[in-house]
C-alpha cells in the first residue's frame, strides 16, 4: 500500500511538473523588469513586447511542445551603418566574451541580441535569465553602437 501511495504521489508531481505554463512565467518576469507596465501582449498571447532602459524587447514562444522556440531579441541597430567592417568585427567580439547565452545577429538590416532555445525542458529561471540578459546587454550596448556607427536614422520600434 505504501508504494502504491509514493507511485501515486510520483504520477501526481510528475503530472504537476508537465503541466508548467511558460506563458505565465514569461508574464511574470516582463512585469517584474517592466515597472512603467509598457508590455504588450499580441493576439496570440505568444509575443510580448516591452522598453527596458532606451530598448524595446521581444519575446515570442511558439508553443508548448519541445520542438517549439523560446526566443527573445532587441534591435540595438539599423541599417545603413558607418564603417561596416569595424561594426562587424565589433559584433564578433563581444559575440566572443561578453554576450553570455544572448549573440549579436544582423537580419533585415538590423542589428539584434537575441537568445533563442527549444522549450524543452525550458525552466523559469532559464526564462528569466534569457529575457534579462538580452535587456540588459542591449540596453548596454545600443547607444554605443549608435555612437560609433549609426547614422542620422533612427532604430525602427
Known amino acids: 500500500m505504501t508504494s502504491t501511495l509514493h507511485e501515486s504521489m510520483t504520477d501526481a508531481n510528475f503530472d504537476i511538473n508537465s503541466s508548467f505554463n511558460h506563458t505565465d512565467t514569461i508574464q511574470t518576469v516582463i512585469a517584474g523588469m517592466d515597472p512603467d507596465k509598457t508590455a504588450v501582449v499580441n493576439q496570440t498571447n505568444n509575443t510580448w513586447k516591452f522598453c527596458y532602459g532606451t530598448v524595446e524587447v521581444l519575446v515570442n514562444i511558439t508553443g508548448e511542445d519541445p520542438r517549439d522556440t523560446f526566443t527573445v531579441f532587441s534591435t540595438v541597430l539599423a541599417y545603413p551603418v558607418k564603417d561596416e567592417l569595424a561594426l562587424l568585427k565589433f559584433l564578433l567580439e563581444k559575440n566572443a566574451a561578453e554576450t ?55 532604430v525602427a520600434k
Open 100 to 154: 553570455f547565452e544572448a549573440r549579436f545577429a544582423i537580419q533585415n538590416d538590423q542589428v539584434l541580441v537575441l537568445a533563442s532555445r527549444s522549450v524543452e525542458d525550458l525552466s523559469a529561471a532559464e526564462i528569466s535569465r534569457i529575457i534579462t540578459v538580452v535587456a540588459a546587454i542591449a540596453d548596454e550596448y545600443d547607444e554605443e553602437l549608435h555612437a560609433k556607427f549609426g547614422t542620422a536614422q533612427p
